[in-house]
């Protein structure tokens, strides 16, 4: 796996990720989103870690008014744009990176060896943010409904 920045998008595992993400069908997304964010709950492993914050990610930059947090190397911007997020797939996605964040993870630990855990963690932060932000508005709820 090669890793060449703190953001989101910026290795090859979450890079993959998008490329699922973007040659997926209309329907099968959810379940590409969904799925890599119920395996980081269930294995610790740095590759599904990575894949779960980048869909975590998405989910946050397709919500209604979310920021696109990752225009690089993640997904299209117009399947984001598109992508609806069903209430569930918002909460998995809080769950999957506080899960991340709590300091058991790989990801903690390759990032607090290589001395830039706290950018590493605003990283995940700002994405947190936008998700309760954003799951907390009253359009998500009646988008999803």
Not at 83 to 108: C, K, M, N, Q, Y
């Amino acid at each position: 796996m090669s890793t060449w920045g703190i953001g989101a998008f910026d290795n090859d595992d979450a890079a993959a990720w998008a490329a699922e993400f973007n040659t997926s069908s209309f329907a099968e997304r959810v379940n590409v989103v969904r799925t890599a964010l119920r395996v980081v709950l269930e294995h610790d492993h740095i590759a599904e870690e990575f894949a779960a914050i980048a869909a975590a990610t998405t989910v946050a930059s397709s919500l209604p008014g979310g920021p696109l947090l990752a225009p690089d190397y993640g997904p299209s911007a117009d399947l984001i744009e598109q992508f609806v997020v069903p209430v569930d797939l918002a909460e998995l996605a809080i769950r999957a990176l506080t899960r991340i964040r709590a300091g058991h993870s790989e990801w903690w630990g390759l990032w607090s060896r290589a001395g830039v855990l706290d950018d590493a963690l605003a990283v995940i932060d700002a994405v947190l943010d936008e998700l309760e932000l954003r799951t907390a508005m009253p359009e998500h709820v009646a988008l999803s409904a």
